[in-house]
């Protein structure tokens, strides 16, 4: 027969089952840390019959005790939280539930505080309950009670734990999918910048933030965007945020600074290239949580690149948007290709075509009419070369110079080139109709046209950049152009290779250009074949 347990003994295991049942129920039922604690302060306050409970547990950031949860039902006990908070850290360096009994005369009350402290432990500390009551100590029974229910609270503490880190990371990815819907709006580069440091301010509780683009130029720093607008106006807010953002740019790092203004600033750098820095500020003493920091990296971790892909479509705009058809350039911009200005090695056409006699008219137009003239030819050139998806290169002069192939790769750029050279021949006829009627008899156009392997990019210098190509091909087209006589569209022998099924042709052998040591043959394109 199984061995009977005292009556006394029965009554502690099933008051222990009791309590640890009733910290279980919290457990499954809280929504959240804050309820999970407040629930297990209450089984704690009516199992006891305390006036007053308080439960700490430790900042995982700082390592300091802080006071989660607290309950105070007796009659109006003006403890001293200083004390209390003395007795916590106490307990904190013992081993198991403790029994202290604070004088009346200690404590400045009318009756003795009785108090149960009970460190809780997993491995590591992790926090302090206190158990206070008035008049009535605890007993041995009482103590083995609290010891039982120490054994569920560290593993709600560790509950809290896997809860806030889970409902970080829901804020951080709900943050990365506001700051990537605004990359999705299609929004002007400053108008997106400023709504993403909208969203930084909201996300991490701070006053301001600010955006700063590193200028290679002048290596520096500028602020790029700022929010609220005004909040720069104090020179000392500018200076921290200045210094805060150099230090984060020169170590590579989040910063933070303190008094007095908290600032944290992330560098924005994306493949080993500086892009800027990323800062919010805070009027307060106590600064960013890790949390905080956590988000903020978390929004610089979308930004940089939005910002890098922002800054190249402007520098796009800013080097192609003249050269380009706008459709072209919005399906350039819709697939930023920074390599597309850093320069490529490219087998491309080249066009040059040349006004004839353009000195002349000089000569003898009055200047008002001559420009007149001159812009309407370029504009009939360029509008016949971005309608066959070419480069407008540049104006060099009366001549046009244009790109086929650069910077979208085009399979069939030789014969755009082509058909762009008798098309412009054409615009050019009637230009010359409508303006003899106004007694201005201008002269023919040459084309030339050179096919080969070419290097494309972005050349110049900060003051002034222009894409175009540099390489044998592109002087061999300009020759060309220049041996070319009025009407005449002239194409070299490796343009000639690419387009002879769709072009009828007069070859013009024993050509002799500068530069070239040998002689060359060229081909008079008269027309497209009938199938194309």
């Keep these: 027969m199984p061995v009977q347990q005292p009556t006394s003994q029965m009554s502690l295991v099933e008051r222990e089952l009791e309590i640890v049942l009733a910290i279980d129920r919290v457990r499954d039922t809280a929504q959240g840390s804050e309820a999970l604690f407040a629930g297990i302060v209450s089984v704690l306050a009516d199992r006891f019959g305390a006036d007053l409970c308080h439960l700490h547990v430790l900042s995982r950031e700082t390592g300091a005790l802080e006071l989660k949860a607290m309950s105070e ?55 302090v309950v206190l158990v206070a009551r008035a008049s009535r100590p605890f007993d041995a029974d009482e103590i083995k009670l609290l010891q039982a229910a120490e054994g569920q609270i560290d593993s709600a503490v560790i509950q809290s734990y896997t809860w806030h880190d889970l409902a970080q990371r829901n804020r951080e990815l709900e943050t990365l999918y506001r700051v990537d819907h605004l990359r999705d709006q299609n929004l002007t580069f400053d108008d997106m910048l400023n709504r993403v440091l909208q969203e930084l301010c909201a996300v991490v509780n701070a006053e301001a933030g600010a955006v700063m683009l590193y200028n290679y130029a002048g290596r520096r720093l500028e602020m790029r965007a700022v929010a609220p607008q005004d909040f720069l106006r104090l020179a000392s807010n500018e200076a921290l945020v200045k210094h805060a953002a150099d230090e984060a740019l020169e170590r590579a790092e989040m910063i933070c600074l303190g008094t007095p203004c908290t600032v944290m600033c992330v560098p924005l750098i994306l493949q080993d290239e500086i892009i800027g820095v990323l800062g919010a500020v805070r009027h307060e003493s106590q600064g960013f949580t890790s949390d905080e920091r956590r988000l903020l990296q978390a929004i610089v971790s979308q930004m940089d690149t939005a910002i890098f892909e922002g800054l190249e479509r402007g520098r796009l705009r800013r080097v192609l ?8 350039m919005e399906r350039l911009l819709a697939n930023p290709n920074v390599e597309i200005l850093k320069g490529e090695r490219l087998v491309l056409s080249v066009l040059y075509a040349d006004l004839r006699g353009s000195t002349s008219l000089a000569e003898h137009l009055n200047p008002d009419i001559l420009v007149e003239f001159m812009n309407d030819y370029l504009a009939r050139m360029a509008t016949v070369v971005l309608d066959y998806r070419g480069t407008l290169d540049k104006f060099v002069g009366d001549e046009v110079m244009a790109l086929f192939g650069a910077p979208f790769p085009e399979p069939d750029h030789a014969l755009r080139s082509v058909q762009t050279g008798l098309a412009m021949q054409a615009a050019f006829s009637e230009l010359a109709t409508q303006w003899q009627v106004r007694g201005i008899q201008a002269g023919g156009l040459g084309v030339g046209i050179a096919t080969g392997e070419l290097i494309a990019g972005e050349f110049g210098c900060e003051q002034r950049t222009d894409y175009t190509v540099i390489g044998r091909a592109a002087n061999l087209g300009a020759r060309i152009c220049a041996g070319a006589r009025a009407g005449q569209v002239l194409i070299s022998q490796a343009t000639y290779d690419l387009v002879k099924d769709h072009v009828e042709v007069e070859p013009i052998p024993g050509q002799v250009f500068k530069g070239i040591d040998h002689q060359v043959t060229v081909y008079h394109v008269t027309r497209l074949a009938e199938s194309v």
């Design 73 to 127: 039902r007796g009659p109006a006990l003006s403890v001293d939280m200083n004390r209390l908070l003395s007795l916590a850290q106490s307990a904190m360096r013992g081993e198991g539930v403790v029994a202290l009994r604070l004088e009346a005369a200690q404590m400045d009350l009318p009756y003795d505080l009785h108090v149960a402290t009970i460190p809780v432990v997993m491995v590591d500390p992790l926090g």
């Design 321 to 328: 948007g003249r050269s380009l058809d706008p459709r072209v």
